[in-house]
C-alpha cells in the first residue's frame, strides 16, 4: 500500500473534504524552496508550507540549532520555571518590535496567540473595573480556528456551523479615504464598551490575500487611541518580513498596545505562538488580589526546541541577505504584475512586500468552492509548484531564499495558466 493510501486509512486533513479528496502528496524531504515526493519529483513551494516557511525547508543551521537543543532540554513546566532560549527570544524580540512592546507570552500556535491577546484585552478592562466588553474586527478577517479566534473572524461558509455559538462582534469595513469617517463614528458611538480592535496590518491572508493602505489604518488607529480603545496587530501572517519590512507594524506611526505571533516566528520549523503586550496592559495584571492573574497557559507553552529554532530564525533573519532577498522578491513581484495586469483573465493583481495575488476572472461564481480552484491547483502541482488558490485568487508568497530561476519558473507557468485555461 502507498503512502496515501494508508494516511487516507488512518487520517483525517485539515480544511478537506475527505470524501472527495485526491490523495495526499506525500512528501520525504524539503531543500531549499524546494520539497521532493517519493517518487523524486521536485515542487516549487510558492506559499511557504501554509505560510510559517522563510528561510526554506530543512534548513542546516536551524536544524543544528534544533538538535543541539534536543539533546540538552526537551521541554520543561514554564510555570514556575524558566529556561534560556525563552528568556533570549524574548529579549532579542522585544529588541525589535515596536518600542511599546514590553512583555512576552508564549504559546504554540497563532489562534493561541489571538486567544491570549484577547483574553488581555477583555480581562485589562475586568481588572479596572469598567465593563468593556465588546470586541472591534474587520469583515473577511483571520484570526484562527480556535472559539475565540474564530469569533472575531468574519462571518462565512467556514464559521456557519458555529456562528449562534460565537461571541458577538463589530465588524467593520477595511478603511478607506470614502468610509474613514463612517467607520470613525461607529467607534465613537460604542466607545463606552469596546475593549479592543483586533486587525490584520496591511494584508488580510486568508481573507483572500486583501490589502489596505498603512495610512488609513494609521488613522484608525489613532482614532482608537484617542477614544480609550486598546488595539490588537494580529502579525501571525505578516510578521518576519512578508509585507517587506520586519513588521507589517513598522509601515505604520501607530502602535499597537498588543501583537500577534506565529507562522513565521521559527522559520516554520515548530509550532510556537507568541503574544507581546505593553507595560501597561502588564501592570493592569499586577495584584494582592490573586483573581487578577491572567490564568492562561498551554502544555507546551515557550517549549525549548521551538525558542531554539525561532531563536536560529531570527539569526538567519536578521542577515542582510535575507533582507536583499525580500527587496529582490518585491522587485520582481512588481514586474511581473506589471506584465500581466492587463491580461483579459486577469481581474486585478496586487502586491505588498513578499505577497502577490492575483484575481482571476471567473463568469459568474467567485466563491472559494468554485470549481476554477480546483483547476488551478492542480494545473500547477502537475508542473511542480505548490500554489493553493483561495477560490480565484492565486498568490505567490515563497520562502525568502526561493532563487529568481525559480521565481520566473513559477510567473512563466502562470502565464502558460493564463493562455491555457
Ligand atoms: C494563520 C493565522 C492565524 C492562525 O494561526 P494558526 O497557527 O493556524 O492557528 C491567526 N491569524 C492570522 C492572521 C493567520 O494568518
Redesign the pocket.
Known amino acids: 500500500m502507498s503512502l496515501a493510501e494508508r494516511d487516507l486509512k488512518v487520517i483525517w486533513h485539515p480544511y478537506t473534504q475527505m470524501k472527495t479528496a485526491q490523495l495526499p502528496v506525500p512528501i520525504i524531504r524539503g531543500e531549499g524552496a524546494c520539497l521532493f515526493d517519493e517518487d523524486g519529483k521536485k515542487y516549487i513551494d510558492a506559499v511557504s508550507s501554509?505560510?510559517?516557511n522563510i528561510h526554506g525547508h530543512a534548513h542546516p543551521y536551524i536544524a543544528k540549532k534544533v538538535s543541539e537543543q534536543l539533546s540538552k532540554l526537551e521541554h520543561v513546566i514554564f510555570a514556575g520555571f524558566t529556561h534560556e532560549g525563552a528568556v533570549e527570544l524574548a529579549e532579542r524580540l522585544l529588541k525589535i518590535l515596536p518600542v511599546n512592546q514590553q512583555k512576552a507570552f508564549y504559546s504554540d500556535?497563532?489562534?493561541?496567540?489571538?486567544e491570549v491577546a484577547i483574553k488581555m484585552c477583555l480581562q485589562y478592562w475586568n481588572n479596572k473595573g469598567e465593563s468593556r466588553t465588546k470586541i472591534l474586527a474587520f469583515k473577511n478577517?483571520?484570526?484562527?480556528?480556535?472559539f475565540g479566534?474564530m469569533a472575531v473572524?468574519g462571518r462565512s461558509a467556514f464559521t456557519a456551523p458555529f456562528d449562534s455559538l460565537l461571541f458577538d462582534v463589530e465588524f467593520i469595513d477595511l478603511p478607506d479615504k470614502t468610509n474613514l469617517e463612517n467607520l470613525k463614528s461607529k467607534i465613537v458611538n460604542r466607545k463606552s464598551e469596546l475593549a479592543c480592535f483586533i486587525f490584520?496590518p496591511l494584508v488580510?491572508?486568508?481573507g483572500g490575500m486583501l490589502m489596505y493602505e498603512a495610512q488609513y489604518l494609521n488613522e484608525l488607529m489613532a482614532h482608537c487611541r484617542n477614544e480609550g480603545v486598546l488595539m490588537i496587530a494580529?502579525?501571525?501572517?505578516?510578521g518576519f518580513g512578508r509585507t517587506g519590512k520586519c513588521f507589517a507594524c513598522n509601515h505604520l506611526n501607530e502602535l499597537p498596545d498588543i501583537m500577534?505571533f506565529?507562522?513565521g516566528l521559527t522559520g516554520g520549523t515548530m509550532?510556537l505562538?507568541l503574544t507581546t503586550c505593553t507595560q501597561q496592559i502588564y501592570d493592569a495584571f499586577l495584584s494582592d488580589d490573586r483573581l487578577k492573574t491572567l490564568f492562561h497557559g498551554h502544555s507546551f507553552t515557550a517549549n525549548p526546541v521551538a525558542c531554539a529554532a525561532a531563536l536560529a530564525s531570527l539569526d538567519l533573519f536578521l542577515e542582510t541577505s535575507t533582507i536583499e532577498n525580500i527587496q529582490r522578491i518585491e522587485k520582481l513581484h512588481k514586474e511581473f504584475a506589471l506584465k500581466i495586469k492587463n491580461h483579459l483573465k486577469i481581474k486585478t493583481t496586487r502586491q505588498t512586500g513578499t505577497i502577490l495575488a492575483m484575481e482571476w476572472q471567473t463568469g459568474n461564481n467567485t466563491s472559494y468552492f468554485d470549481s476554477l480552484r480546483d483547476t488551478l491547483y492542480n494545473y500547477f502541482l502537475d508542473a511542480g509548484i505548490i500554489l493553493r488558490p483561495l477560490g480565484n485568487i492565486i498568490y505567490i508568497l515563497p520562502p525568502y531564499c526561493i532563487t529568481t530561476e525559480e521565481l520566473y519558473y513559477i510567473y512563466s507557468k502562470i502565464e502558460q495558466a493564463l493562455e491555457e485555461i
Open positions: 501554509w505560510w510559517v500556535n497563532g489562534s493561541t496567540a489571538v478577517a483571520y484570526h484562527g480556528d480556535t479566534a473572524s490584520e488580510q491572508g486568508a494580529d502579525e501571525v501572517f505578516t500577534c506565529s507562522k509550532a505562538g
